[in-house]
T-cell receptor, first 114, second 108 residues
Framework: ETGVTQSPTHLIKTRGQQVTLRCSSQ?????VSWYQQALGQGPQFIFQ???????GRGNFPPRFSGLQFPNYSSELNVNALELDDSALYLC?????????????FGPGTRLTVT | AQRVTQPEKLLSVFKGAPVELKCNYS??????LFWYVQYSRQRLQLLLR??SRESIKGFTADLNKGETSFHLKKPFAQEEDSAMYYC??????????FGAGTTVTVRA
């Protein structure tokens, strides 16, 4: 059984640029959630995807967008990067929407915006 | 809006001593509460959930709706319990809200 993987591990971008982060869900999981974790804080829910559709969104502006593919892998896109977007971005997958609180986390992508 | 509060950033206990991590929440609906743990150089993982009422690695947590709390307890702390612990609340819109976390250090 393959766990959740994320790429890249680290990323440095300049303010105003765009970034795409990738996540492969655990085998057999069809639900993916994305979180932003700032230093010293708990993960903050960005959004969730279930069977290729957005299934819930946290308090993040529209420049945070996502996709889920037929194989249930997912992307997080952030446009017009701001310095405050610097954080660890976590992806988590769940067996299905009904058990979406049972989340299996990836190692995260560390994004630095300069 | 839902909110999870973990009042202690750091908690240090001696091996064999009891440990209690506090978690309070606010939510207008019927909450589902969880504890997640992150050991050093490992991923965030689910420790336990209130609905299962099970004990995992000696830890238990009771949901107290009157006090809106879900404190995590273990009667005898072990060195391998040193980790970051997050309390989380699941709301009916499939959103999981995390607290800021408590770092636990168990000293020999």
């Amino acid at each position: 059984e393959t766990g959740v993987t994320q790429s890249p591990t680290h990323l440095i971008k300049t303010r105003g640029q765009q970034v795409t982060l990738r996540c492969s869900s655990q085998s057999g999981h069809n639900t993916v959630s994305w979180y932003q974790q700032a230093l010293g804080q708990g993960p903050q829910f960005i959004f969730q995807y279930y069977r290729e559709e957005e299934n819930g969104r946290g308090n993040f502006p529209p420049r945070f967008s996502g996709l889920q593919f037929p194989n249930y892998s997912s992307e997080l896109n952030v446009n017009a990067l701001e310095l405050d977007d610097s954080a660890l971005y976590l992806c988590a997958s769940s067996p299905d929407r009904q058990s979406s609180y049972e989340q299996y986390f990836g190692p995260g992508t560390r994004l630095t915006v300069t | 809006a839902q909110r999870v509060t973990q009042p202690e950033k750091l908690l240090s206990v001696f091996k064999g001593a009891p440990v209690e991590l506090k978690c309070n929440y606010s939510y207008s609906g019927s909450p589902e509460l969880f504890w997640y743990v992150q050991y050093s150089r490992q991923r965030l993982q689910l420790l336990l959930r209130h609905i299962s009422r099970e004990s995992i690695k000696g830890f238990t947590a009771d949901l107290n709706k009157g006090e809106t709390s879900f404190h995590l307890k273990k009667p005898f702390a072990q060195e391998e319990d040193s980790a970051m612990y997050y309390c989380a609340l699941g709301s009916n819109d499939y959103k999981l809200s995390f607290g800021a976390g408590t770092t636990v250090t168990v000293r020999a």
